[in-house]
């Protein structure tokens, strides 16, 4: 395995597992390529995210997105490039993939949840089968990240007694509780009811704060402006445009982006052309 230190890459300090205490991993892509059959989906992304920053990705649907960030996750094999995470180059033949995949967080649009556990051994049961901790540490680090995302007090209850935002408040938990140097996020807000959005985004806005690295997929072109370092518009497999995000929100300069801004940020416009 590939495992040459970049301490440009990892921002490290010790901490015990499940402290909460954010050891942020940089991401780098470079290359990257990716095709189903003869469908190139990803035309040779570069993408760079220093530790403790926060990239949200924006693009129209089918632009390449998702494969992304399943491809950092190693859900995809890409076909070329490389992809680097904090030390470990995620896309050598060679990489531990387990190992690989526990620093790294995903949430999904749909949070996946088991639905008959409890919200707390929800929480537990990676922690439990794949880093081996104890019931009692596994107990005690899934209950200091349902008290950071608020649900603390809802730690018995199932996950069908829960609000769509509490429940993905839950799976954010579920997965700081392994103790990520990354989280992915796509579209984590996409299919919440509107009035649990804004606690949701509340969390991610403060696990930003606590210095994790994340890249988000959304369309909460609010959230990007407030909590972005930067932003990265893709379409047709390619990035189009990157920047701070008020640059890139504000005053884009790529045709492309600014026919997709219009019809993100005018909501008249979204009904219409629907
Ligand atoms: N497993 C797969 N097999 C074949 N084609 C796929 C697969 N996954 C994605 N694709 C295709 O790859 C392209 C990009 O899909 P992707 O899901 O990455 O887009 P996206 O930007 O996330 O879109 P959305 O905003 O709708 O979520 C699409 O054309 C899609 O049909
Ligand atoms: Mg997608």
Do not use: W
Request: hydrophobic share 40%; glycine share 8%.
């Amino acid at each position: 395995m590939s495992e040459t230190y970049n301490s440009s890459m990892t921002a490290g300090t010790t901490s015990p597992p499940g402290s909460g205490h954010v050891q942020a991993a940089g991401v780098s892509i470079k290359d990257l390529r990716k095709s189903y059959g003869s469908n190139e989906v990803l035309k040779g992304i570069s993408l760079n995210v220093e530790p403790g920053q926060v990239v949200c990705l924006i693009g129209p649907s089918g632009s390449g997105k998702s494969t992304l960030l399943r491809c950092v996750n190693l859900l995809e094999k890409p076909n070329e490039g490389t992809i680097h995470v904090g030390a470990f180059e995620a896309t050598d033949p060679d990489v531990d993939l387990d190992r690989m995949r526990r620093s790294v967080g995903m949430v999904f649009q749909h949070f996946n949840l088991f639905p008959h556990l409890t919200v707390l051994d929800n929480c537990t049961i990676a922690q439990l089968k794949v880093l081996k901790r104890s019931a009692e540490e596994a107990r005690q680090v899934a209950h200091r990240n349902l008290e950071r995302v608020g649900l603390g007090h809802l730690a018995e209850r199932y996950p069908d007694q829960l609000s769509g935002g509490q429940q993905q408040r839950v799976a954010i938990a579920r997965s700081l509780s392994m103790d990520p140097q990354l989280m992915l996020f796509d579209e984590p807000t996409s299919a919440l009811d509107p009035e649990t959005v804004g606690d949701v985004l509340a969390v991610m806005r403060s696990l930003a704060k606590d210095g994790m690295t994340m890249l988000v997929v959304t369309h909460e072109m609010g959230f990007a402006r407030e909590v972005a370092d930067r932003v990265v518009f893709m379409d047709g497999g390619v990035v189009v445009e990157e920047g701070p995000a008020e640059n890139v929100i504000s005053a884009p300069t790529q045709p492309r982006t600014k026919e997709f801004l219009r019809r993100v940020l005018d909501p008249t416009h979204i009904e219409v052309a629907e």
